[in-house]
């Protein structure tokens, strides 16, 4: 996982535009939010289900990157004062603490046009009609019936006592979408899988996705500001409904344990080709930070 | 031009979500921003370079939809608090206002996410090699190096005077970009054209779009706001560097002209098939709002 991580890095890094070409205060302000900090699990995600259809790392990569910098957008976005409104992220100043609010907003909205460019125009699959797949994947997965539209009910629901399906409804839209499309573009850069297979895949990632989310809410409740790098409690003050508010803290870890033991299982089939999408489950769910 | 106004009204209509689907304020936002207005300029451009290629009107209506969804996301994003601070557009309050700024941001977000969306899963172009195309140059034009860095550039110019040179290349970004990638999005919709025939559009798309900003700059300053839909002497006001302050009015409205004859020029050599660019060229510059 190290591997992976110091090799997207170096992909991200490349694939910035560098912080000296006009204008340079905006591409700063990308690289500051992209660079140096995050765990990296949907690139993670996505070269694990790369061994699945034995993808080049060379298209895993832009692949990754991609869904990397939709994540990276959708974060300093939601940091802004009229979203979450936070200071702290991956340990430093949010983006428009660090700039200013009207450079995160463009950071934010160059990020992801950034992110359809490097897939759409670098070598990410076998043919192009499945790279049009891979774009139109990310696409829905970004949009307001995928991770726009999760953030949207998230704002909807400060406040109010949601019910379990609710959340759920909530988080498969907010995180699960783009953590799928992290996983459905990891198996698509290699050779072409079959639905039955790619079903199993995106089963995989649908438990991995809900399994996040609820591990979130436990440690903003359990482990500190300085551990998690950004604002702990912060679910409670902000009185929004979480898998802790709804369930309780020890119905929640036993529940992100079944959905671990549930996405291991859909990939039973693949064999060894599964082990590191096996690992990545075992890391999100057991994760301290 | 009233012809393809309608169908594009039309097509948005259709392309973006229903109001009734989850999340609703959301989409209500997005519908609410893209619908019923504007002049559909980009639309216009795109569907007359499509005479180009003799490109279909159903791969058009589908190229324009998605530069058209870019554009208003632009918009949204743009008259935001922390942006220009606009409670006015297409005369009718600002997203923002008529809803809140995060559901605007949002709104805004996903608006770019269906543009790419839109681009990648419709058959807008003879192959999917050129589809790819298609969307690479979609999402130049509107990332940092497009659009999003021409408001980067705008936002830090505020209170400057910037030479002739720079308030080019701040509107080349700024407007430019996403004019010439609705024009080449139209040429490519059709038969193939070769880098001299794809050259000439786009030394049109370049004149057509600095014409449209030194007439925005005019308009501005001369055109009321009833007229204009939105708030009128903005610049001034906000110490913005326009053409007008650079060069005052009647030079701004030589420069305009001079740039409508260029355009014109440089679609000489197609003959009939470049009337409607020609067309659109003088709406451009001739319009009065």
Known sequence: MGQVQTRMEDALKRLLPAPDIAPGRLHQSMRYAVLGGGKRVRPLLCFAAGEISSAPAERLEFAAAAVEMIHAYSLIHDDLPCMDDDVLRRGKPTCHIEYDEATALLAGDSLQALAFQVLAENAVAPDAST??????????????RGMAGGQAIDLFSVGKALALEELEFMHIHKTGALIRAAVLLGALCGKALDAAQLGRVVHFAHCVGLAFQVVDDVLDCEA????LGKTAGKDLASNKPTYVSALGVQRSKEWAESLRVEARDAVTGFGGEADRLRQVADFIVLRKF
Chains 1, 2 share one sequence.
């Open 131 to 144: 790279q049009l797949r891979m774009l139109c994947t990310l696409a829905q997965a970004a949009g307001s």
């Open 224 to 227: 500190s500001t300085a551990t």
